[in-house]
């Protein structure tokens, strides 16, 4: 039974580039989650979304940031134009429930910014 | 909204001490809650949990009891290995998990 697959697992991009990291929940779960680490700091929600439907993108910057979890294939959080300060660990959680259920994470996608 | 707060790290404790992570948070409701662990390198796993008031989650011999006249749920060990070493995350959940900004556990030899 795969978990959460994150792809890929580090990315090294420069500042004004595209970044996109990509997420495959775990078999039957209909929930993912993004959250962002920034060094020795704690998770930081991003955006919640359920097939082809954005739940709570409360945690997203304004601009250059979207995320999107389409019928088939994995989510998606892209990242246009990063800027240094976009360096962190992304994770990716899923889960059958939503709510209050568990979340299963994955093991993260590491951007840095040169 | 949702907040939870942790105890700063990092805790250094050495082999078989007792250890308590202090946890509280303030919700709307009564949400579920959650301590995950997090070791280098790795995402976050579930921990333990607990769903409703005076429930008791316990796993790998940690404890946590959910608190509700104190808003609290605090982590227990009695007594901790070098392996315990990493990070702890407390999170109360309703539609989203809320995590805290995560308690280090160093244990030395």
């Known amino acids: 039974n795969a978990g959460v697959m994150q792809n890929p697992r580090h990315l090294v991009r420069r500042r004004g580039q595209e970044a996109r990291l990509r997420c495959s929940p775990m078999k039957g779960h209909s929930h993912v989650y993004w959250y962002r680490q920034l060094p020795e700091e704690g998770l930081k929600f991003m955006v919640y979304?359920?097939?082809?439907?954005?739940?709570?993108e409360s945690g997203m910057p304004k601009e250059r940031f979207s995320a999107e979890f389409p019928k088939e294939g994995p989510s998606i959080l892209r990242i246009q134009q990063v800027v240094r300060g976009d360096s962190a660990a992304y994770f990716c959680?899923?889960?059958?429930?939503?709510?209050?259920?568990?979340?299963?994470f994955g093991e993260g996608s590491r951007l840095t910014v040169l | 909204g949702d907040s939870v707060t942790q105890m700063e790290g990092p805790v250094t404790l050495s082999e078989e001490a007792f250890l308590t992570i202090n946890c509280t948070y303030t919700?709307?409701?009564?949400?579920?809650l959650f301590w995950y662990v997090q070791y280098p390198g790795e995402g976050l796993q579930l921990l333990l949990k607990a769903t409703k008031a005076d429930d008791k989650g316990s796993n790998k011999g940690f404890e946590a009891t959910y608190r509700k006249e104190t808003t609290s749920f605090h982590l227990e060990k009695g007594s901790v290995q070098v392996s315990d070493s990493a990070v702890y995350f407390c999170?109360?959940?309703?539609?989203?998990?809320?995590f805290g900004t995560g308690t280090r556990l160093l244990v030395s030899p």
């Open positions: 999170a109360p959940g309703f539609q989203k998990l809320v």
């Open positions: 979304l359920q097939k082809e439907n954005i739940i709570d």
């Open positions: 959680a899923s889960s059958s429930t939503g709510g209050d259920g568990e979340l299963f």
């Open positions: 919700a709307t409701g009564y949400p579920s």
